[in-house]
């Protein structure tokens, strides 16, 4: 049996193994949960309460970013019982004008930083990413690991590095990206889960969204045991969140239910768990149309911002 | 610590989601099916069969009697000789595939049926009863035509009329294991389904009929243990199957012992399910569900015995604690639910004596917490540890959600556990090793070993048991052998 | 063809059928734009069919490489279930085949009894598909402690020559083995024989195949035979018809990379053959050790 990943601070992440046809037939069973009726619409609340409304293009301006803050404050006009989102997800240089146009609400502002998406830059420019967006008032930090040390086996490095971003985010919190997409296995998915909250992560977090495949269920149920064996070994509750390619209502419900019965109701609540999604709350908000007026809705009734 | 920011969300629940029963009408009583027509009993007597999981009345099925049987046996040999033997294999495969179509076409119906006659979960026989039932008559319809290939060097004739008794655990999909191989090896039937579970072999009868499926190839005779006695002595038989208990299995080899009656029997089992501290552990515990708890352990290969090296067991059974907590007992018709009504009264009596004789010998009981129905028969998950080898709940079979959990240290240790047991149907491996997977599968004496995997079944794949399980297989190439005269 | 003028029907013309190739999953002209044209055994002119390019060939092996992967893992259960859906299909316009058939010159009898066969000739195959690894495949008892098993794999890409003595028949037979092995493949149909292929193109469109795994071509032999010996991505070609000798040339080409040749003959006897599944399929033979 292999020995673990010894981490500079100490710290020894043993492998765990994980079958991946075992973990295709559960991730298939939980997607027959039939949530209906009262569920359903408390589901679909709970889970539009759990966005981190995201825009990270190359293109995005203030206006832009004003824009989805005002979606993220009123997702829609006739009804006063939706929630708002959890947070605004945006480059380091949008947080100010996010951070300004979300003034007097809970409605955090996240950040994604370390050369995001790709994290090809040395850990000293990555910090100072860091270091920029937190000044500019990111309650959040959304880091990426190295994925390139990762697959080479330099766990250590991966490790330390993530703990020097925790250090410069001070109080804000950080999410790790894993990049699922990248990492190849189940087995190294579980291995970067495990690495990412031994050394310091608040939430982990699947993907940038740049890539496909991004969250897919499968990935998604193995951060779930691994962050249920990180608190049954620690007391710890780590976060979650799947980002990219969650699209659809349906989807969302079925993470919440992968989320009830691998991790219990604790974990369902935006502090512990978010969705990073972008068209995901209009297709939640026509779900929950629907079952109001009993009528299948369009997309011409709901605002795209 | 964490606080939660919504009122929403730590008592979400799922809100019941019934599978709707009204797209589909069954009739208030059924008759026999017997050369190719439904008719009442000889004798008028019919008896009722219920929905265990609220005790109500379904509908009435005729008792068979001595004289129904001699019957069905009779137009079963009528059509053997004078129209099934005669057939090419293709036209025979012909009639398997339409029959394999139209299961899929009233998939929903049958399910449903299925699920309120014999307790199952509707996701169950959704997802896997039926479409595993029409799979086996695809499977053998292929083979009908095409059985030289099966027996190299052999020529091949059918055996001649088959009687088949089968149980009430998978009620439609025991039809499919027996009717499918006959008759694709160019025998006819005359089949007796459990007592507590006639109907969806009847809407099977129907089913042979839409095929156009010639009269007298399929023949059944619903009844209790009377009417399948007088079935396996009729000697008119040229083969007789049984699927049942070990105690009815011996019973009907004794009484065959006289005559040159082909036998199959597929029959009871303790199987020992192995983890290995190298198995990949969440995976195993989800493998220990689907073993005991599936189908309320309602299953001869169930893996009731759980072996799991002493280095994991902590882990082991806090995980499979917690994975038993979301299990969601309760009406098989409600989608979410995961385990269904224990099938009748007698065999929920069954279990809980044993539950019982477990705590009086002094193991130790652990059952779920979660609400069950008031009407009905439920057993909510459970398991005993600090058990030792020689006690009843770890010898015998219990038949029910019920696992007794054992702990090895070595290998050799773990295998000798395993096989010491007069049974021998399945058995199931977890470790993340290779080699070991083959040196343990090469080492348990048992019919079917899954590995890394459990309870998993498919036409392709021959399913029997060694020792007391009883013997034959169903299923796969080998399972056309028992069908077949070869010389 | 039923390709007369009026229908007799108050003088209503028929909308004819323009036959196109199959390739990719869509109906497809040639892109060289050429065109035959089809006669009836009498003379009299029936339509017109495509006359495929070299080109039309490749861009045919290029879908037929990219649908070969997907189809090769697909369950036997699944392959079995298409191709006795294609049956399905093909006997729900039974009659229209006939007509077909009897257009191109087939007797009323002949016509009849080749459709029936076609049917049954795809019962035949699907049913073999979950069946072939229990009869080929093996597990070997090697004498040392590993544990060692053999199992079919198709070999990719197949091309397949038709014969034209039976149009349709000589086509299905051709098709069904070489599919049901997992392989995907193009063919090639000539002379008249290229209606009734154009129309089977239909059949296997409403079956469920993926798109890319069977596509259908007509042309002149001479002009394609080479192309189809020669491609460096064809892992095996099929011919039905002639003799061994007439192929010298072809054989040659095929040994570029190695492409494995069967010839077929035109008899019809030996259409039920489950070992025409195993010629265009590999054979992979796997170690493991035995042991804690």
Redesign the interface.
Known sequence: MSTGVTLSSGLNVQPHPVDEVGIKERVARLATRSIKKSSKVEGLKLALSMVDLTTLEGADTPGRVRQLCAKAMHLHSGRNDLPMVAAVCVYPTMVRVAREALKGTPIKVAAVATAFPSGMNPLSVKLEDTRYAVSEGAHEIDMVISRGDFLRGEYPRVADEIAEVKKACGEAHLKVILETGELGTLDRVRLASDIAMEAGADFIKTSTGKIQPAATPEVVLVMLQAIADFYRKTGKRIGMKPAGGIANAKAALNLLVMVREVLGPDWLNPDLFRIGASKLPNDILMQLEKERTGVYQGGDYFSND | ??????T??????????PESADHFKLKDHYGLFIGGKFAPAVSGKRFKTINPANEKVIAEVADGGEKDVDRAVKAARTAYDKVWRKMSG?ER??YL?RIARIIQERARELAVVESMDGGKPI?ESR?VDIPLAA?HF??H??????LG??FPGKSVAPVGVAGQIIPWNFPLLMVAWKVAPALACGNTVVLKPAETTPLTALLFAEICQEAGLPEGVFNLVTGAGSTGAALVNHPGLDKVAFTGSTEVGKAIQKSLAGRGTRLTLELGGKAAHIIF???????AV??IINGIYFNQGHVCCAGSRLLVQESVEQEVV?KLKARME?LIVGDPLD??TDIGAINSKAQCDRIRDYLKIGEEEGAELFQTQCSVPEKGYWIRPSFFTKVAQSHRIVQEEIFGPVLAIQSFRT?NEALEKANNTPYGLSGGVWT?K???I??VT?GIRAGVIWA??FNKFD??SPFGGYKESGYGREG??HGLRPYVELS | MSRNGTSGNNGRLDVRKTYKMLIGGAFVRSESGRALDVMAPGGKWLGHVCRASRKDFRNAVVVARKAASGWAGATAYLKGQILYRAAEMLEGRASGFREVLQSIGLSPAAAKAEVAQAIDLLVYYAGWSDKYLQVFGAVNPVATPHFNFSVTEPMGVVAYVAGEKRPLLDLVAGIAPIVVGGNAVITLSTGRAAVAAMELGEVLETSDFPPGVINLLCGLREELVGQMASHMDVNALVIQGGEVKEHGAVRESCALNLKRFFLRDQSGKEDEDPYRILDTVEIKTTWHPVGG
């Open positions: 610590m964490i606080k939660t920011s919504t929403v969300g730590s008592d979400w629940g799922y809100a019941p989601a293709r495969g012909k595939y996701r997802d799979a695809f499977y319809a292929g083979w009908a035509d095409k290939y099966a501290e190298d198995a990949t552990i969440d995976q989800e493998g806090a979301t989608k979410n290998l993340d290779g080699a070991k083959f040196k090469r890394n995997t036409p392709t796969g190439r």
